[in-house]
């Protein structure tokens, strides 16, 4: 034990310098194969930590601790019996821990170290029960606890006197020196205290004459001292005097410095004010050159550069921020009338020349406009805005001072300028028309002879009626002359919408700098972009670029503030903009509607091209953005009109009912507008409409090919079906339009079941009376009756067997087969060629048939060597020899 104890200290405790003073080997009362020690350690500080330990060997041939508790949690040591020796025992910790010892006296000797280290405890001892009393000694009767050192196993003391205090480095040098200094040996002990008696006299006695030599010097410094206090009394009367004298000037003092404090504050006012009066009069103050710059010329750029830069002095003058106290003045009174004046006077002046500057700008741009270009474009005004952008900045100040005036000028430019807009806007769709009927006029000449040109044109410019309905004659609908048409309409709808643009955004722009139609926002917008003269945006403040340009505008209120700005000056620059080109949407829309009206296909075009200029805008809150937006809902409404045009001329396609129906007029038609409108809308964002158009048609053509099988008293209405259908399904294999191929299977499973029916019905059991005899076989055979017992019934015999049999010699069969082609091909059209599909469907049924009657031969009667005088080859012979000699 003595060995585990000094490994347990040495690799446990030691390193964590601890020291152990008690150890058990224990082993819990549930598991008692397992086992531990429980280890008493006190750590090496002060004051010192007291722990029980849980220690375990662990699988390297080591210990580990794996539990550890401090001494003052234990509450409660149970030695279960202190009559009898056994090893059970418990400590009531947090928790109860049931342990057996080794033996009773490790036991005993762990419960006595427990006993000895809890008595020193300051407070919360534990209790100990059922322990033998001779092992619960008072600690005072023993006060040197047992501790195992690292080395020897010896017991050394644990706990220290009180008093004791330990030598010093410095103490313990001194007493190695003096120790030196005798050589005695550890038996003159005696000799040796008197010796350090002796020398300590000595030292006493010089101490003390050293003292007594001194006793002159002290008295000398006594006397210095004395004379010292004399001195400082004398001072302090000294001190008295001067304080009296001093009293009577300190109120003197007093007085003149609170008057020097009202001085300082006086003048300190009088500069203030003085500063306040110059900065008024600097504000007011206009001076005479600027005075004489209003009444200047404003005609040439020098008078107009001087007048700007007078009136911004004006305006900052009016405008100034003046202490409100000094406004009662009566000298700023006067100098404000005298401003204000001024500025109406040059406001009125202004107003004046510049309304008769748009006066004359528009009607000398209009007197000047004896023609118009030929090609699709409309004049450019930069000569007119290049005259008017110097006045940009005195604009600018009349909005600001002048609001009423700013309007009325607005109002008159507007006025002036939307004349010319529209006269020429209404030439250039004019032109366009004139040139979309130029192009129908050479595409009537190619095929028509009139008595005049003028003719020509009059005819080809009041054609009213569509050509391109689904439910006309495929003879007259869409030929390659109308696709140039409707492709030359387009190019010159391009034509037309890109000659608008840059007028229109050119103009737009010369508004927002001119007029000053542009918000902050906007204006850190173009700032960001560097554009030399911004665009507003639209209406849409939620965007990221608004997000950017107001991240540093402050509070919500002051951002809603700006919004709101903007949105007032988007709506008066696009007012102004609607009133200068007042006639570009209606005559857009007129133009639209007068060729959707002679030909509906018109509206696809229009359709598509819009779209492209919509959403290709940049500003998509500029007028012309907006007004495209708006004639494209037009001509959506136009495209929509015309597709459902199309579906009532396939509902109201009138079919000869005397003659074989064949190929429906919508089925052969549709090919022909699937081809033109997939080139239409070739790439266009606008395809999801002409999808949903195209399953309406299709359903409003399968529907109708129904009905006309339905009504048609020449052709079956399996033919009618089968023929539109094969044609359905074979164009929507070639068109390969992805939105159709649910459609494309539909048609398919269409023409399969019509193919199926007619071959049913008009095929029919060439071979009745077998197929009736047979019929008998089987329904005896459904009876009961086994199949090879048939032949025992009279009625199905064999006799009566070979009698229908001989009914239908090979001749007779080959005869009924070419009647029967001579009906199918009356009944199929020459258009659709299913003339041998249908006639090969029907030998295959025939062939079903054979083997069907051949395999009931077999099994009703074998042996019988009973067969049909035909053979499958010589069907196969039959069918052949028919379709080759037609």
């Not at 427990?114 to 005072?140: A, G, M, V, Y």
């Amino acid at each position: 034990m003595a060995a585990i104890r000094h490994t347990l200290h040495k690799e446990v405790f030691l390193p964590n310098d601890e020291r152990l003073v008690g150890v058990v080997n224990v082993a819990k009362a549930s598991k008692k194969k397992k086992t531990a020690f429980l280890c008493l350690a006190v750590n090496n500080e002060k004051p010192s930590l007291i722990t029980v330990n849980q220690v375990k060997k662990s699988d390297k041939d080591g210990y580990k601790r794996k539990n550890s508790w401090q001494l003052r949690e234990l509450k409660l040591v149970d030695g279960k019996d202190e009559n009898k020796l056994t090893g059970e025992f418990d400590l009531h910790f947090e928790k109860v821990y049931k342990w057996i010892a080794n033996s009773p006296s490790e036991k005993n000797a762990f419960i006595k170290c427990l006993w000895k280290f809890c008595s020193h405890q300051p407070r919360s001892k534990p209790t100990f029960t059922n322990i033998p009393k001779d092992l619960l000694q008072d600690p005072d009767s023993s006060p040197n606890m047992g501790v195992v050192t690292p080395s020897i196993g010896e017991e050394v003391s644990v706990l220290e006197p009180e008093d004791y205090q330990a030598l010093t480095a410095r103490e313990e040098s001194d007493l190695e020196t003096l120790m030196a200094r005798y050589n005695f040996v550890i038996g003159n002990a005696e000799e040796f205290t008197e010796q350090l008696a002796r020398e300590l006299s000595e030292l006493d006695a010089a101490n003390i004459r050293s003292i007594m030599a001194s006793e002159q010097k002290v008295q000398g410094l006594m006397n210095m001292l004395q004379t010292s206090l004399d001195e400082i009394t004398e001072l302090e009367t000294r001190l008295d005097v001067y304080d009296m004298i001093l009293k009577n000037v300190k109120d003197s003092v007093a007085q003149m410095e609170e008057k020097d404090a009202c001085m300082k504050i006086q003048h300190k006012n009088n500069m203030k004010l003085l500063e306040e009066l110059e900065n008024m009069i600097s504000k007011l103050d206009l001076s005479d050159k600027h005075r004489a710059a209003l009444d200047g010329d404003l005609k040439t750029p020098d008078g107009i550069a001087a007048c700007t830069v007078a009136a911004k002095a004006l305006q900052e003058a009016a405008n100034a921020q003046i202490n409100p106290g000094l406004m009662k003045m009566s000298a700023y009174t006067e100098q404000k009338a005298d401003l204000d004046k001024l500025q109406s006077r040059f406001a009125i002046r202004l107003s004046h020349h510049l309304n008769n500057l748009f006066l004359h700008l528009g009607n000398e741009v209009e007197e000047n406009l004896t023609h118009l270009a030929s090609d699709l474009t409309l004049p450019k005004h930069s000569n007119c805005h290049r005259q008017l952008l110097p006045y940009t900045e005195l604009m600018n100040w009349l909005k600001d001072t002048e609001p009423n005036s700013y309007t009325q000028l607005c109002r008159v430019y507007t006025t002036a300028l939307s004349k010319l807009y529209e006269k020429e806007i209404k030439y250039l769709f004019e032109l366009a028309k004139e040139k979309i009927t130029k192009n129908g006029y050479e595409k009537d000449r190619k095929y028509k002879t009139l008595g005049s040109n003028q003719d020509l044109v009059l005819k080809a410019s009041v054609k009213t009626k569509s050509l391109s309905l689904l439910g006309m004659d495929p003879e007259q609908y869409g030929s390659d002359l109308d696709v140039q048409e409707w492709e030359g309409f387009d190019r010159i709808l391009e034509n037309l919408l890109s000659a608008l643009e840059p007028i229109c955004l050119s103009e737009q722009k010369f508004c927002v700098k001119y007029f000053g139609l542009q918000s902050d926002i906007s204006a850190s917008q173009s700032n960001h972009s560097n554009l030399t003269i911004p665009v507003p945006q639209g209406l849409t403040p939620t965007s990221s670029s608004h997000s950017l340009s107001l991240s540093h505008a402050g509070s919500e209120e002051v951002l809603m503030s700006a919004l709101k700005k903007e949105k007032q000056i988007n709506e008066e620059l696009r007012r102004m903009m609607g009133e200068l080109f007042a006639s570009l949407e209606p005559e857009l829309v007129s133009f639209i509607s007068h060729f959707d009206k002679i030909d509906g296909f018109y509206s696809m075009y229009v359709l598509v091209r819009m779209s492209q200029h919509v959403m290709s805008a940049q500003d998509t809150g500029s007028f012309l953005s907006m007004t495209f937006a708006s004639v494209l809902v037009q001509a959506k409404r136009n495209f929509d009109k015309f597709m459902q045009s199309q579906i009532r001329s396939i509902e109201d396609a009138k079919v000869s009912k005397k003659s074989r129906c064949g190929i429906l007029p919508f089925v052969a038609n549709f090919e022909k507008f699937a081809r033109q409108a997939e080139n239409i809308f070739k790439s266009s964002e606008r395809r999801t409409d002409l999808n949903r158009w195209y399953s309406k048609l299709v359903k409003a053509i399968f529907d109708e090919v129904v009905k006309v099988s339905l009504e048609h008293q020449k052709t079956p209405q399996e033919v009618v079906q089968m023929e539109n259908f094969h044609h359905l399904f074979t164009m929507f294999f070639q068109l390969k339009i992805p939105c159709l191929e649910s459609e494309r299977k539909e048609a398919k499973q269409k023409y399969n079941d019509a193919l199926q029916a007619y071959v049913t019905l008009y095929f029919g059991r060439p071979l009745e009376k077998l197929n009736l005899f047979f019929e008998g076989v089987e329904n005896k055979v459904a009876q009961g009756v086994k199949e090879n017992e048939i032949g025992y019934h009279l009625a199905f015999s064999k006799q009566e067997l070979r009698k229908v049999i001989k009914e239908y010699p090979g001749k007779e069969v080959k005869k009924g087969l070419e009647s029967l082609y001579k009906k199918v091909e009356k009944h199929l059209c020459e258009e659709e060629n299913l003339l041998q599909v249908v006639w090969h469907s029907m030998q295959d049924e025939f062939i079903r048939q054979y083997k069907y009657i051949e395999s009931l031969i077999e099994r009703c009667y074998p042996g019988a060597k009973i067969s049909l005088e035909f053979s499958i080859d010589d069907i196969l012979a039959f069918f052949s020899e028919i379709a080759r000699s037609h």
